[in-house]
């Protein structure tokens, strides 16, 4: 059987002293001789993309600076098709795996026929395409293909950086050096073969590379340590992924469109790897190297058009041109086909969170996926309550541990939300004579904190980062006088006065409202208020935007659709009421019988009273609102939902407190038989009609509450009365770090399954403890992982093509 075949080429190299390096094209694969010619497909891993064709080093040459590089085949793993016109109609092609070892590879057919020989007195033409995987249509009834090249470039395996030099497979690693291994699937190579009438019928097949390769070295910073979510290679001019059309037979390319569109000019690799099953970032320390490869579309392209960015924690980002302004270097071609390297300076934390500085002008801003933080503000109640709660008993109505913007200016180790990347918060206002003051904690806070206030702040912040925006949440709080309609009265009236009161330098408005072809660019330095109004469609105003009819309830186990500024429908997911699994006390009065779930609210627990033979997990909360964000993420996958939304991940466990339980007030009531005269048979009140609070089967553990009478009554009977009248506290907060802790994780791996195809925008995405790793609670550290979290939704901006205004 023939060998693969090599030929020389060249590699370009940038930044980097002294190279012109070889690459080597891996060139043949002989058919099965015979009627037919059989090749196969491999079944891809959607969530941890494996390699296939695989890059080598030489023998004798390291990953530092290597000279040349060989392409490998993987057997099993690898798929190529292949297409002959002269073969019987019906027989022209067929996909096929490459089988065998790697010194001695063949070709095995993947369904029941592959490509036969025609009249073997004529010569024969075989066209092939590596891999199958990313073909879109074509090398069916012509030479003709499209394939896509996507712009999440999902890596394959993560080999961290090690103290001495590593084998890994087929590279040896030099010390400090870690690697992302390329999905070689994206490595697409041509086919072309001949085979001469009356010769014998073993084929060669000569493949040569199509993209054009950047392999991106990444120094370590100065000292320290810095964590890596994601690096992206950028294009100023034209597209750099997405379809492209081939003509093996030819070697013409075609349906590369020369326009500048944000929607394909930017190829990502996301840089979290599992790690214990938890998504986290790669970890580059002092001295350490981190090297992976981009696959862009088969052009050649001018260097001086091409940046790479790598983003670290908090949106983060450092942007190198490979040729920088107004330098000498050469302004060379990154040739079609080819590698060029590319060495960054070493990595630096920069003195802003700019994310969004990396979103295209053209991109809707409707479509992006934007970390936010619920109860915004509550952060101030944490410095002062945060550390004496009872876990047990405490409700802890704080959500965040940073605050919104920095609490002291002059303090250059201060962290904020903003710091961290958060670019939507969400709050409550209270109005008090006429003033609209930040609320949590039960009261307004204590530094009298306003509407107007909270935009300056984040004003001052946008000021320092002109490329971000912010959008902010406002929602209604009920002081016992001022109804809601005199509430949004009040609060627009004092957002207009603000933003009266406050332009640009331009001169423009700062707050904008926000319609379907509202771009980055027209939010850039800009902030949307956003009014949660549970009433009436309030009255338009230039500088606010409204979610109507939109309820706060604390316990909606299904997913809302409201209307946002009449323009467009939005999905909301916001149960925060959930079972704590840490209470799980089997008597006494918080007492749960059939239950695995721990605490549970008085509403489910109530539910399974009623139905005493419901399935306890039936009402485990944290699982049903682990359903509906999944479900929420479906939505925006499939496309069955074409709108906004609002995926809150934020929430409580419920404590041994009625106000955070909730609970009802009955009485309980016995039985009797015709022992009151013309009375007959009733309900008779026990004890005078002792009334209890609803706190986990009061005090009365066998009496029952049916929800009506029961079918069957016996003398002696006891039955809890429910009015459904009296039932008071529905959940008014509870053990947020507990919730946090067992509910972020799941947040985290959701997003990173996201990959390939799973790439959609998925809106606003609130949560607790946006911006910090753990949270120290009533002497308890929880950690939350609200760190890791904003960094992936930010991440998926940049892994699929945005959508772009037409």
């Not at 469609?537 to 809302?560: C, D, F, L, R």
């Not at 209470?583 to 749960?592: A, F, P």
């Not at 609070?693 to 809890?720: H, I, L």
Request: charged share 20%.
């Amino acid at each position: 059987m023939k060998q693969f075949k090599m030929i020389g080429g060249t590699i370009l190299a940038l930044l980097m002293a002294g190279c012109s390096d070889d690459m080597i094209e891996n060139q043949g694969v002989p058919p099965v001789s015979g009627e037919e010619i059989a090749f196969g497909v491999h079944s891809d891993n959607f969530n941890v993309p494996e390699s296939r064709t695989i890059y080598e080093i030489p023998e004798g040459q390291t990953v530092t600076n290597y000279s040349r590089l060989n392409i490998a085949w993987v057997p099993d793993k690898d798929s190529v098709r292949v297409y002959c016109p002269e073969s019987p109609k019906g027989f022209e092609w067929s996909d096929y795996a490459v089988k065998g070892t790697k010194t001695e590879p063949y070709l095995a057919k993947k369904g029941d026929t592959g490509v036969r020989w025609g009249d073997v007195s004529q010569d024969h033409h075989f066209y092939a395409f590596y891999p199958t995987e990313r073909i879109v249509s074509g090398l069916e009834n012509g030479t003709t293909i499209t394939a896509n090249i996507p712009t999440a470039q999902e890596g394959g395996e993560f080999v961290h950086p090690a103290e001495t030099e590593q084998n890994i497979g087929n590279i040896k690693l030099p010390a400090h050096w870690g690697l992302i291994r390329p999905n070689m699937t994206f490595a697409m190579m041509g086919g072309k073969g001949t085979w001469a009438k009356g010769t014998d019928k073993n084929v060669t097949l000569d493949f040569k590379p199509l993209v054009s390769v950047v392999d991106v070295v990444i120094n370590g910073p100065q000292d320290g340590t810095v964590n890596i979510y994601y690096v992206s290679v950028r294009s100023k001019t034209q597209p750099i992924v997405g379809n492209f059309t081939y003509n093996v037979g030819t070697g013409e390319f075609s349906g590369m469109e020369d326009q500048v569109s944000s929607d394909n000019n930017i190829a990502t690799i996301n840089c979290t790897h599992m790690d214990n099953g938890i998504p986290t970032p790669v970890i580059l320390k002092a001295g350490e190297v981190l090297t992976l490869k981009f696959f862009l579309l088969p052009r050649d392209i001018k260097a001086s058009d091409l940046s790479v960015s790598v983003t670290l924690d908090g949106g983060r980002t450092l942007t190198q041109n490979l040729v920088p302004e107004g330098s000498q270097k050469p302004d060379v071609d990154l040739v079609q086909g080819m590698i060029t390297r590319v060495v960054t300076p070493k990595v630096k934390y920069p003195e802003a969170s700019n994310w969004m500085s990396e979103i295209g002008d053209d991109v809707l801003f409707a479509g992006l996926s934007l970390p936010g933080s619920k109860h915004s503000y509550t952060g101030d109640l944490y410095q002062t309550t945060g550390h004496g709660v009872n876990l047990e008993t405490d409700i802890m109505q704080f959500y965040q541990k940073l605050y919104v913007t920095d609490v002291n200016p002059n303090d250059e180790t201060a962290q904020s939300q903003f710091d961290k990347g958060i670019r939507a918060f969400d709050l409550k206002l209270i109005v008090e004579e006429g003033e609209a003051y930040v609320y949590a904690g039960g009261a307004k806070l204590s530094s009298g904190l306003t509407i107007g206030g909270v935009l300056t702040n984040l004003w001052g912040e946008i000021q320092k980062s002109p490329s971000e925006c912010a959008v902010v949440c406002v929602n209604f709080v009920y002081d016992g006088r001022t109804n809601e309609a005199a509430w949004t009265t009040a609060v627009v009236s004092a957002i207009d006065t603000w933003a009266n009161a406050n332009k640009n330098g331009q001169g423009e408005n700062i707050l904008k409202v926000i319609t379907p072809q509202t771009t980055m660019l027209d939010m850039r330095g800009h902030i949307a208020v956003i009014i949660n109004h549970s009433g009436e469609p309030a009255t338009p105003s230039e500088n606010v935007n409204y979610i109507n009819y939109h309820s706060a309830s604390v316990q909606e186990t299904e997913i809302k659709t409201y209307n946002f500024n009449g323009n467009y429908d939005i999905h909301v997911q916001q149960l925060y009421q959930v079972n704590n699994p840490s209470i799980t006390s089997s008597s006494g009065t918080y007492k749960v019988p059939n239950t695995t779930v721990g605490l549970v609210p008085y509403y489910i627990d109530h539910r399974m009273i009623i139905d005493k033979n419901a399935p306890a997990e039936g009402y485990d909360l944290m699982a049903v609102k682990e359903r509906l964000m999944n479900r929420m993420f479906e939505e925006a996958r499939t496309g069955t939902f074409d709108g906004l939304y609002i995926n809150d991940l934020a929430g409580f466990c419920v404590v041994k407190n009625d106000e955070s339980t909730g609970y009802v007030k009955g009485a309980v009531r016995s039985w009797h038989n015709g022992d009151f005269g013309d009375w007959g048979d009733h309900w008779h009140p026990n004890a005078l009609e002792t009334l209890y609070s609803w706190d986990r089967y009061c005090s009365v553990p066998d009496a029952m509450n049916y929800g009506g009478e029961p079918s069957s009554k016996q003398y002696g009977d006891t039955w809890f009365y429910v009015d459904d009248a009296s039932e008071m506290g529905k959940g008014n907060g509870g053990n947020t770090g507990e919730f946090a802790e067992r509910f972020n994780p799941k947040a985290l791996n959701a997003v990173h399954k996201m990959v390939n195809d799973g790439r959609v925008p998925i809106g606003i995405v609130f949560m607790n403890f946006a911006g910090v790793n753990d949270v120290e609670i009533g002497g308890k550290t929880y950690q939350v992982y609200g760190d890791r979290l904003p960094a992936l939704i930010m991440a998926n901006n940049f892994m699929y093509p945005l959508e772009t205004v037409k």
